[in-house]
């Protein structure tokens, strides 16, 4: 068979829940200061306890599944105001906790996505839960409605129509014009396809019905108040729940967080991309010139960028690959091509994780050698073999759309398009990308492209449940927000609007590095396991600092700058750690476009 010249552009843009029994008693809230003070919260509002609570508490038929976790499903109403209506599966897992006689209660956890997997970071959790959570508490993970185990949304009949439907959409994101015009053709098809043959489920997958079907699994497993912690997309799930029942919160944590006004679009902004509401670009850019910045102090020896100016090296090989895209032959890979668009989500990529400045670096300088055509051969065999050995790591994890039946990006539509509003032409985009870009240099691109089947022209599914505000209510205990001050998804701005929206709220910030900050910093891990545990708040302005810092001298533990394995299959063959072994980072999902591009996290 012929070798052809294959491109290590992303495959996708997304990577990147009848009358009641009565509510079982858990444990008491906790206060402010993990003391008895009481706390006046507001109170649900009477629509939305009708909803859940004439819901029959669901007997959870619980089963032994992947080694040390348990599994079960439920079948809850796709409409809460049609309590007996139509239902969808729901796929709940728990880890149980160790010490079940001295047992809290549970707590629900969510990766991000949207289109996480919960029941995938439950199995996770005790690769990188603090040990005493794990103790006191049964970990639940619930796939969201649409999402994983829990019944799939499809909005192709088939593999064959999906595929055709998706053609535009497989780069990182556009960069000719020719790019722009596939992407808009497949924005509109998949906004079309998932209007009408996704439904009624696309319909029925906004952030409140995972919020209410939350509630409803919080009954279920015996807990009197809500104890919870999200991440990124899941920052949004959880203020929906704290706003939408502010009396039900027992403790509530939300670290990568998103401002929901923002999220949803308020007033005239609802004509706006996302992207232009809640900068990630802006974040992204900060952390990436920041890397850069330190690159120049660090010097040579610790930088190899630092030998000229890092920041104009940079620029230099994205100038290099907007005008021509470069063409590495790999013996094993055959011509690999490497475009503009895909340097750029690679970078993406890269920043997700603490230690992704050496990434950042290595690859700018590979890319500054194979994209000089004065290069010898003799320097671009070392920059060649770097760059082809994060391509073949690509092209294993790389998303294929093909049998069976794909539905990640679908899942990530069917919650975002839903639940916000858009800009109301796809063809809109190419110019509001542009737009971005001068706004928030590299990133601006990318970012606003991740949302555009979600113009309103195209996707014309509405959950008329959906939840849009107010976001401002007083929860019955606080609201514990962790902002990452370089997090290149969530910017830090979000986890600063968010704490001021929540009246009882408290904002622990950090210096660290990658996407969320559980798990980089000894000092955040601390803080919310005490505040999960006894309620007990970080000082007011408090500031924690990230245990790996670029060019500073790296852990002694690896495996805690990485991600833990999200895959069930791996974790069930490893089987759970033990208490005391070494920690790993959650393994967070954020709407990520660089999926299969040169590096994927």
């Known amino acids: 068979m012929p070798r052809r010249n294959r491109s290590l552009a992303a495959a996708g843009i997304a990577g990147v829940l009848l009358a009641g029994a009565a509510v079982a008693p858990a444990a008491a809230a906790p206060s402010p200061a993990g003391g008895d003070r009481p706390v006046t919260s507001d ?89 005493e959570v794990l103790d006191r508490f ?8 649409g999402v994983a185990a829990s019944q799939q949304v499809r909005c192709f009949p088939s593999v064959k129509e999906q595929t055709r439907a998706y053609a535009g959409l497989n780069v990182a994101f556009p960069w000719t014009k020719a790019e722009e015009k596939a992407y808009v053709a497949s924005s509109k098809a998949v906004g079309k396809g998932c209007s009408t043959t996704g439904r009624p489920l696309t319909g029925a997958m906004s952030t409140a019905e995972v919020a209410r079907d939350m509630d409803v699994l919080r009954r279920a497993v015996g807990d009197r108040k809500l104890t919870f912690l999200g991440f990124s997309y899941g920052s949004i799930l959880g203020q929906y729940y704290a706003n939408m029942f502010p009396d039900r919160v027992r403790a509530l944590v939300i670290d990568g967080v998103l401002n929901p006004n923002e999220w949803v679009g308020q007033g005239r902004a609802r004509s706006l991309p996302q992207e232009d509401r809640m900068r990630s670009a802006q974040g992204a850019y900060k952390a990436l010139r920041e890397i850069l910045v330190r690159c120049d102090k660090a010097g040579a020896e610790a930088c190899a960028l630092a030998e000229g100016d890092p920041v104009a090296s940079f620029d230099l090989v994205a100038k290099r690959l907007r005008a021509k895209p470069v063409v590495i032959e790999d013996p094993d890979l055959g011509p690999v091509t490497i475009t503009y668009a895909d340097f750029v989500a690679a970078n993406l990529s890269m920043l997700y994780g603490p230690t992704g400045y050496t990434e950042v670096v290595d690859l700018t300088a590979a890319l500054l050698v194979l994209t000089d055509p004065a290069s010898s ?8 073999a770097d760059v082809t050995r994060q391509a073949a790591k690509a092209r294993e994890q790389a998303r294929r ?74 929860t019955a205990a606080p609201v514990l927000v962790v902002g990452n001050y370089w997090d290149p998804a969530t910017n830090y701005r979000g986890a600063v609007s968010s704490a001021r929206l929540l009246p009882n709220s408290r904002l622990l910030s950090s210096d660290s590095w990658g996407h969320t900050a559980y798990g980089t910093s ?8 005490a505040y999960l545990l006894r309620g007990a708040l970080p000082a007011n302005g408090k500031v924690c600092v990230g245990d790996v810092q670029p060019f500073a001298e790296l852990p002694a533990e690896p495996e805690a700058t990485r991600r ?16 005391g072994e070494p920690k790993r980072l959650p393994p967070v999902v954020a709407p990520l476009p660089a999926v299969g591009s040169l590096t994927v996290r």
Do not use: M
């Not at 051969?377 to 060649?384: E, K, L, S």
């Open 377 to 384: 051969p003799a320097a671009r065999r070392p920059a060649t």
């Open 522 to 529: 000894a000092c955040v891990t601390g803080a919310v396991d």
């Open 564 to 579: 833990a394995e999200a895959s069930k299959g791996a974790l069930a063959a490893k089987g759970a750690p033990g208490r």
């Open 138 to 145: 049964d970990i639940v993970g619930v796939d969201p409605r």
């Open 43 to 131: 109170r649900t509002s009477p629509q939305e306890a009708r909803r859940v609570d004439r819901v029959p508490t669901p007997q959870l038929d619980w089963y032994a599944c992947y080694d040390y976790a348990e599994c079960a499903t439920v079948r809850l109403p796709r409409d809460y105001d049609k309590p007996n209506g139509p239902t969808t599966e729901v796929a709940v897992l728990r880890v149980k906790a160790r010490d079940q006689q001295r047992k809290i209660g549970s707590l629900f956890v969510n990766p991000g996505g949207p289109g996480g997997s919960g029941t995938d970071v439950a199995l996770a959790a005790p690769y990188f839960l603090g040990d």
């Open 401 to 474: 759309y093909d049998f069976p039946y794909e539905n990640g990006l679908e899942t990530f539509l069917g919650v975002d398009c839903t639940d916000a509003y858009h800009p109301k032409d796809a063809g809109s985009f190419p110019a509001l990308a542009a737009n971005a870009d001068k706004r928030d240099p590299y990133f601006g691109r990318l970012w606003t492209w991740v949302t555009s089947p979600c113009a309103r022209k195209s996707w014309t599914v509405r959950d008329e449940d959906a939840y849009t505000g107010p976001f401002n209510r007083r």
